[in-house]
């Protein structure tokens, strides 16, 4: 996903200088670029690839660009071995470990991306608040207050779209005036679960499943009192080994 995409050279020559680079960095350093939101910055991302990748590399960075999704994003450059004592590159971008129900949700989120992909035919994956709720409900201990379950799924929503893999849509004429929201997936979820992690999905959503279930005989809830760090450790460590090396987390 990383190869130079070729344009052709009259396209490059006209490409512009120091602002249009500073523009294009500042823009993937904030977020991803959508060639469907803006042709022109896409244009201009592809005409400038090579001089932003020189761009960011020295801040410990590396462009990637998928033509055939239409994204392009910043993530770290990964790190050589070092010896023992060596000083490491400090992270421009912060690795932050996703809670047991957001990546839960990332995963399942890939899982229904796949299945729409072998349909053929759209590209945009849109799924309502409660298309989203019942693939969770799943995973979670039986409540006797659905009211309460939904706000806590509407939670996990929220931060799956702060972490842009979810985009709300804004409602249409042709929805009820208490229709549920409707979300996109975005694609950039391709680039943050990848073809080789996605084989073993079955197996690492039925340990999800297992350690949800254990959960919830220890009377240790999903929600409310936080888990112990060794608990969080090993709920993480089972889907998202290498979370958040994509720099889709928070930038803080």
Same mark, same amino acid.
């Given at each position: ?8 050279e ?5 490409a512009? =200088? ?6 294009l ?15 022109g ?11 932003v ?16 999704e ?7 450059? $990964?790190q $050589?071995?070092?010896e023992? =004592?060596?000083? *490491?590159?400090? *992270? ?19 899982q229904?991306?796949?299945?729409f ?21 799943? !995973? ?7 009211v ?8 996990y929503? *929220? ?10 849509? $804004? ?10 929201p409707?979300?996109?997936?975005r *694609? ?16 690492r ?7 949800a ?21 090993t709920?993480e460590?089972?889907? !998202? ?12």
């Open positions: 996903m990383s190869q130079t995409v070729n344009i052709p009259d396209t490059q020559a006209s512009h =200088g120091p602002a249009s680079l500073s523009t960095a500042i823009t993937l350093l904030k977020s991803v670029i959508y060639r469907e939101e803006d042709e910055l896409w244009g201009h991302l592809l005409r400038l690839q090579n001089q990748r020189d761009y960011v590399v020295v801040l410990g960075l590396v462009l990637i660009i998928d033509p055939a239409g994204y392009a994003y910043l993530r770290s450059a $990964p $050589p071995e070092e023992e =004592g060596a000083s *490491r590159m400090l *992270r421009l971008i912060a690795r932050r470990p996703l809670s047991f129900h957001v990546s839960l949700l990332l995963a399942l989120l890939r229904q991306l796949v299945r992909d072998a349909m053929g035919g759209e590209t945009r994956l849109i799924l309502s608040r409660d298309d989203i709720a019942s693939m969770l409900q799943t !995973f979670l201990p039986e409540s006797s207050n659905e309460r379950q939904l706000a806590q799924i509407e939670t929503i *929220r931060r799956v779209a702060e972490l842009g893999f979810l985009r709300p849509l $804004p409602p249409t004429s042709a929805d009820a005036p208490n229709a549920p409707r979300y996109e997936v *694609r950039i979820l391709k680039a943050y679960i990848d073809a080789e992690w996605l084989a073993t999905l079955d197996e959503l039925e340990a999800y499943l297992a350690h279930r254990s959960l919830e005989q220890t009377d240790l809830p999903l929600t409310g009192a936080p888990a112990t760090p060794e608990q969080n450790t709920a460590s089972q889907l !998202f080994p290498d979370h958040a090396d994509t720099g889709l987390t928070d930038r803080d």
